[in-house]
C-alpha cells in the first residue's frame, strides 16, 4: 500500500491491515500555522481514542501528529516533499527519496495537487520507474474540467474549480489568496441533488480568510440557485456589502467576472453549475480570443 502518512485517518490503516505499507508526505512551509482552525476530521487516535496533538497541519487534518495516549505517530516516510510552495498557476517542492533529491514543479494551482502529485510519484518509485521520466510526466500534467483548470480571457488568467466541501474550498481559497494582483471572484453555489441539499457547510469554511484583507478583490459574484446565502456568508465573513453582488443569470454573472478590472478572475462552482460554467467560460474565452 502507497500511504498519505500526514493523514490519521489514512495512516492506521497498515496497522489495522497487517500489509506491507509505505509512506509519503509534505513537511512543513513557510508561513504554516501550528494549529489548525479548519474542520478537522482526523481529531482522535484511531487506536486509543486520545485527542491526537499536532505539530502542523497543511489543511484540515494533514500533517505532523503523534498521540500522547499510545505509540500511534506520523510513520516514516519513503518520499518527502520538503519546502513546499503555492504560488502564482503552480506549486513545487524538493523531493528527498531513498537518500536522493529532485525538484518537481507542477503547473497547476492548490496544494492538494502536489498531494496527488506526490502519491503518484511514491508510487511509481516504489515500483522502480525511471525518476526524471516521472518528473517530467508529472510536470506536464494539465488539470481535468474543473480542478483549477486553468483558461484564458483577453490576456487575463482565469481558473475554474469545483468546490464541494469545507477542506476543498478552504484549499480553494487558499489558491485563491496565493494567486498576486488583483481578482475577481465568482460563486456559483446550487442545492441540487448531486450537489447536497443542505449547504449548511459553508458555514465551516474559512471565507474569514478573505475578510481579513479584502483589498486584492474587486468584488464577489454569486450566482447559482443559492447565490444569495453564499453572499450572506461572504458578509458574515467580513467581506464589506458594496463588493458583494448576487447575480442569478450564471452567463451575465460569468460574464461580469471576466470583463472586470481584475488582473486575473477565479470562478468557483458546487457540481451542477460546474458544466455550464466551463462552457459559458469556453464560450466566451473564445469570442474574447476573435475580438483582439
Not at 7 to 35: C, I, K, N, S
Not at 144 to 157: A, C
Not at 223 to 228: F, M
Not at 259 to 285: M, V
Request: glycine residues 10%; contains cysteine.
Amino acid at each position: 500500500m502507497i500511504l498519505n502518512a500526514d493523514d490519521p485517518l489514512v495512516a492506521q490503516y497498515q496497522r489495522l491491515t497487517g500489509f506491507p505499507a509505505v509512506f509519503y508526505g509534505l513537511a512543513a512551509r513557510a508561513r504554516l500555522e501550528g494549529d489548525c482552525t479548519q474542520a478537522r476530521e482526523g481529531k482522535f487516535c484511531p487506536f486509543c481514542g486520545a485527542p491526537l496533538v499536532f505539530d502542523y497541519c497543511h489543511f484540515s487534518q494533514p500533517g505532523q501528529y503523534h498521540c500522547p495516549g499510545c505509540d500511534f505517530n506520523r510513520p516514516g516516510l519513503l518520499v518527502e516533499a520538503l519546502e513546499p510552495e503555492a504560488g502564482e498557476g503552480r506549486v513545487r517542492c524538493r523531493l528527498v527519496f531513498n537518500g536522493q533529491e529532485a525538484e518537481l514543479i507542477l503547473q497547476v494551482q492548490g496544494l492538494y495537487n502536489l498531494y496527488n502529485a506526490v502519491a503518484a510519484f511514491s508510487a511509481g518509485f516504489h515500483l522502480g520507474l525511471d525518476v526524471p521520466g516521472m518528473l517530467e510526466s508529472l510536470g506536464r500534467y494539465r488539470p481535468i474540467t474543473g480542478r483549477m483548470e486553468k483558461f484564458n480571457y483577453q490576456g487575463k488568467p482565469v481558473y475554474l474549480n469545483l468546490v464541494k466541501n469545507p477542506v476543498g474550498f478552504n484549499e480553494s481559497l487558499a489558491a485563491l489568496c496565493a494567486g498576486e494582483g488583483s481578482k475577481d471572484v465568482f460563486v456559483a453555489i446550487n442545492d441540487n441533488d448531486a450537489d447536497g441539499r443542505d449547504i449548511s457547510w459553508l458555514w465551516d469554511v474559512d471565507f474569514e480568510m478573505l475578510g481579513r484583507d479584502h483589498r486584492p478583490y474587486n468584488c464577489f459574484i454569486c450566482s447559482g440557485l443559492r447565490g444569495e446565502e453564499m453572499a450572506v456568508r461572504l458578509k458574515y465573513a467580513g467581506v464589506p456589502i458594496k463588493k458583494l453582488i448576487v447575480e442569478p443569470d450564471v452567463t451575465r454573472a460569468i460574464k461580469r467576472t471576466l470583463t472586470g478590472g481584475s488582473g486575473s478572475a477565479y470562478l468557483f462552482s458546487t457540481y451542477t453549475a460546474l458544466w455550464t460554467a466551463q462552457r459559458i467560460i469556453k464560450t466566451l474565452a473564445s469570442e474574447g480570443v476573435a475580438a483582439r
